[in-house]
């Protein structure tokens, strides 16, 4: 290998100066950025290895200044940053004030969509399309990736139905990995699979296009039986009648680390009329032995410690704290041990709600349904109404997408539907796409919905007990972050009562959720300047605790709500609604919590302390609004 050919790629435009021996070596150069980028910190890298040959072949064949192209989902966008400018910056991806892990329209012009959730590409292109041709654009192509983890998606599905019945010129590649964020499950992927073992289709494919139009046109029933050889042989040999039968023309599948193949087949489709589906195979961790012998624990590895040659990774550093995410995991599966009507459900993240012991040791109550919340939701729903008591673990990101569920099937019927939401406030490094907010507020708003959050480690496991000894549906937030434990005598779970761990004379912290233990810190810190505040764990936020939260609004000259969460709708509002419905003053009461605008991407803890939320913020809080109150008084 000559001169580093990466730093030289400023644009798109730059590759076609390079000939294919080297195009195949600047393919091993963004895998070693990749593995350089992962020894400074965790980010996305099994897919990004996948995907390296697919974006070079892409770029090559159109011009994306100008074409349409989506990336589902965002977080295998690392290849193509490194080629559309941002290789100089790549280093500073998923630092604040950095590259964004997704796409980002803020950074080039060649991301079009911040997509951090799964499925919604087919239907993004297709729209695209549309208003170019609506508004006589001159002819722009359109192209959406999608994994096959992503396919199954209804979303998806509801996209290739309404792209076939427009015709329109629509290029959807599906990067088939065999592997969602854990290995795709269901009807869809066992289809896949047989599609991948049809190595000789496109041959075969091409021979029974040319002798069936050859066989002579008759009438009546011998036509029927021609009709009826011709769909049987062609079920025969190709994998793709599934599309085809949408309205899809299907090519494939194809080796999608073959660039010269892929820049070739492309080429091919690039220009045919109506929609197009390329079915492209790839590695998931293609270049990095360990990565692709183990995608899942490569999706997202801790930092490498030690990097070997050939990109071979000899250690990874791995922390010693437990998460949120463990304590859940035990006291799921501590649930499923005592009570055999108890139900375990993820939506394609067994791993990253940490419930691999349970699929493994409880295979006939564990379903996983791949990245398909609506349907998980509902499901469950299902379950509740035969009896069981099923849990439903799922990012408070992504379970937004089951809304309508949430609300029909669920609160409607009023069903014992126990809900775990992982990443409930800000997640870091993934930035807006993932921060979970908005869930005491979507939640807040259905009758029948218990909303509630763990103030600590130590009311994590009596709370899911509760959750799954309640009549109707219950929801339990927790954050992305390591465990923390007050020390106390811990008051029992009981619904909608709140623990007082401390008053205050001159104030009170009101904590909802995974910002006890901070105000606690705060207030003891408070003392030392002969502050005496108070601290409540609320734990609900429907029903409400009335008694003590509205005794403390009409007592004390401060009361401060403290939430991980969307101040819109969130905790603090809960508490205004409550005290102006009994008549009470709300001029002494302040919210904390996530303001009315998308947060950035950077550390838990940076961003916390930026929006006030930290130690010293809270702090800050209390002695500013305490200086206010005595001003006004005077």
């Given at each position: 290998?000559?001169?580093?050919?990466?730093?030289?790629?400023?644009?798109?435009?730059?590759?076609?100066?390079?000939?294919?021996?080297?195009?195949?070596?600047?393919?091993?150069e963004m895998r070693d950025e990749l593995v350089r980028v992962l020894s400074i910190r965790p980010a996305h890298f099994?897919?990004?290895?996948?995907?390296?040959?697919?974006?070079?072949?892409?770029?090559?064949?159109?011009?994306?200044?100008?074409?349409?192209?989506?990336?589902?989902?965002?977080?295998?966008?690392?290849?193509?940053?490194?080629?559309?400018?941002?290789?100089?910056?790549?280093?500073?991806?998923?630092?604040?004030?950095?590259?964004?892990?997704?796409?980002?329209?803020?950074?080039?012009?060649?991301?079009?969509?911040?997509?951090?959730?799964?499925?919604?590409?087919?239907?993004?292109?297709?729209?695209?399309?549309?208003?170019?041709?609506?508004?006589?654009?001159?002819?722009?192509?359109?192209?959406?990736?999608?994994?096959?983890?992503?396919?199954?998606?209804?979303?998806?599905?509801?996209?290739?139905?309404?792209?076939?019945?427009?015709?329109?010129?629509?290029?959807?590649?599906?990067?088939?990995?065999?592997?969602?964020?854990?290995?795709?499950?269901?009807?869809?992927?066992?289809?896949?699979?047989?599609?991948?073992?049809?190595?000789?289709?496109?041959?075969?494919?091409?021979?029974?296009?040319?002798?069936?139009?050859?066989?002579?046109?008759?009438?009546?029933?011998?036509?029927?039986?021609?009709?009826?050889?011709?769909?049987?042989?062609?079920?025969?040999?190709?994998?793709?009648?599934?599309?085809?039968?949408?309205?899809?023309?299907?090519?494939?599948?194809?080796?999608?680390?073959?660039?010269?193949?892929?820049?070739?087949?492309?080429?091919?489709?690039?220009?045919?009329?109506?929609?197009?589906?390329?079915?492209?195979?790839?590695?998931?961790?293609?270049?990095?032995?360990?990565?692709?012998?183990?995608?899942?624990?490569?999706?997202?590895?801790?930092?490498?410690?030690?990097?070997?040659?050939?990109?071979?990774?000899?250690?990874?550093?791995?922390?010693?704290?437990?998460?949120?995410?463990?304590?859940?995991?035990?006291?799921?599966?501590?649930?499923?041990?005592?009570?055999?009507?108890?139900?375990?459900?993820?939506?394609?993240?067994?791993?990253?709600?940490?419930?691999?012991?349970?699929?493994?040791?409880?295979?006939?109550?564990?379903?996983?349904?791949?990245?398909?919340?609506?349907?998980?939701?509902?499901?469950?729903?299902?379950?509740?109404?035969?009896?069981?008591?099923?849990?439903?673990?799922?990012?408070?990101?992504?379970?937004?997408?089951?809304?309508?569920?949430?609300?029909?099937?669920?609160?409607?019927?009023?069903?014992?539907?126990?809900?775990?939401?992982?990443?409930?406030?800000?997640?870091?490094?993934?930035?807006?796409?993932?921060?979970?907010?908005?869930?005491?507020?979507?939640?807040?708003?259905?009758?029948?919905?218990?909303?509630?959050?763990?103030?600590?480690?130590?009311?994590?496991?009596?709370?899911?007990?509760?959750?799954?000894?309640?009549?109707?549906?219950?929801?339990?937030?927790?954050?992305?972050?390591?465990?923390?434990?007050?020390?106390?005598?811990?008051?029992?779970?009981?619904?909608?009562?709140?623990?007082?761990?401390?008053w205050g004379t001159d104030g009170i912290l009101i904590a909802y959720g995974s910002l006890f233990p901070t105000c606690?810190?705060?207030?003891?810190?408070?003392?030392?300047?002969?502050?005496?505040?108070?601290?409540?764990?609320?734990?609900?936020?429907?029903?409400?605790?009335?008694?003590?939260?509205?005794?403390?609004?009409e007592e004390l000259p401060l009361v401060i709500t403290v939430e991980e969460g969307a101040l819109e709708g969130g905790?603090?509002?809960?508490?205004?609604?409550?005290?102006?419905?009994?008549?009470?003053?709300?001029?002494?009461?302040?919210?904390?919590?996530?303001?009315?605008?998308?947060?950035?991407?950077?550390?838990?803890?940076?961003?916390?302390?930026?929006?006030?939320?930290?130690?010293?913020?809270?702090?800050?809080?209390?002695?500013?609004?305490?200086?206010?109150?005595?001003?006004?008084?005077?």
């Amino acid at each position: 290998m000559g001169s580093p050919l990466l730093p030289g790629i400023k644009s798109p435009a730059d590759l076609h100066k390079l000939t294919e021996p080297q195009l195949a070596d600047l393919a091993q150069e963004m895998r070693d950025e990749l593995v350089r980028v992962l020894s400074i910190r965790p980010a996305h890298f099994a897919s990004n290895l996948g995907v390296v040959e697919l974006c070079l072949a892409l770029h090559l064949t159109f011009d994306f200044s100008k074409d349409r192209l989506i990336w589902d989902t965002g977080h295998q966008i690392y290849p193509h940053k490194l080629i559309t400018g941002r290789y100089p910056r790549f280093e500073t991806i998923r630092t604040r004030g950095g590259l964004m892990g997704y796409p980002n329209p803020e950074e080039s012009l060649y991301d079009l969509f911040m997509t951090g959730h799964a499925g919604c590409s087919v239907s993004c292109a297709l729209g695209l399309k549309v208003a170019d041709d609506l508004l006589e654009r001159p002819e722009h192509h359109s192209v959406a990736v999608i994994g096959d983890g992503a396919l199954p998606s209804g979303i998806v599905f509801e996209a290739l139905n309404n792209a076939a019945g427009l015709n329109k010129n629509l290029l959807v590649i599906l990067n088939d990995n065999e592997m969602s964020i854990c290995p795709r499950v269901g009807g869809l992927a066992h289809y896949l699979d047989r599609a991948r073992l049809s190595s000789l289709y496109q041959e075969s494919k091409r021979h029974l296009h040319n002798m069936l139009a050859r066989v002579p046109l008759v009438g009546g029933m011998a036509n029927q039986a021609i009709d009826q050889v011709r769909d049987g042989i062609k079920a025969t040999l190709t994998g793709g009648m599934l599309f085809e039968e949408f309205g899809f023309r299907y090519v494939g599948p194809i080796d999608g680390h073959d660039l010269p193949t892929l820049r070739s087949w492309l080429s091919q489709v690039k220009d045919q009329k109506g929609p197009v589906l390329l079915h492209v195979l790839t590695v998931k961790g293609h270049g990095v032995p360990q990565a692709s012998e183990d995608p899942v624990t490569f999706h997202t590895p801790p930092v490498f410690e030690k990097v070997g040659p050939e990109r071979t990774i000899v250690s990874l550093k791995r922390g010693g704290s437990k998460a949120y995410t463990d304590a859940a995991s035990s006291a799921i599966y501590q649930t499923l041990q005592e009570n055999p009507r108890v139900a375990a459900i993820t939506a394609a993240m067994c791993q990253g709600n940490k419930l691999e012991k349970v699929r493994t040791d409880f295979p006939d109550r564990f379903f996983d349904t791949g990245i398909c919340e609506s349907h998980a939701v509902a499901f469950a729903a299902g379950l509740a109404k035969s009896g069981m008591r099923p849990i439903v673990a799922i990012y408070s990101t992504f379970l937004q997408r089951s809304y309508d569920q949430l609300f029909q099937e669920v609160a409607l019927q009023n069903l014992p539907v126990t809900f775990c939401l992982d990443r409930a406030g800000l997640t870091g490094p993934d930035g807006p796409t993932h921060h979970g907010v908005f869930d005491t507020t979507y939640l807040r708003v259905f009758p029948n919905f218990v909303v509630m959050a763990p103030g600590d480690e130590l009311d994590m496991a009596p709370m899911l007990r509760f959750g799954l000894s309640h009549p109707g549906p219950v929801s339990m937030r927790y954050p992305k972050a390591n465990l923390e434990k007050v020390e106390r005598s811990v008051a029992p779970i009981e619904l909608g009562q709140a623990e007082v761990h401390e008053w205050g004379t001159d104030g009170i912290l009101i904590a909802y959720g995974s910002l006890f233990p901070t105000c606690v810190k705060a207030a003891q810190r408070l003392r030392q300047d002969e502050l005496d505040i108070g601290v409540i764990n609320a734990r609900f936020a429907k029903p409400l605790d009335r008694q003590t939260l509205l005794r403390a609004v009409e007592e004390l000259p401060l009361v401060i709500t403290v939430e991980e969460g969307a101040l819109e709708g969130g905790f603090g509002s809960a508490l205004l609604e409550a005290a102006n419905s009994a008549g009470l003053n709300t001029s002494h009461i302040t919210r904390l919590g996530i303001p009315d605008r998308f947060i950035e991407h950077g550390e838990r803890a940076e961003l916390l302390a930026d929006l006030g939320l930290d130690l010293d913020g809270i702090c800050q809080t209390v002695r500013s609004t305490l200086g206010r109150t005595v001003e006004n008084s005077v």
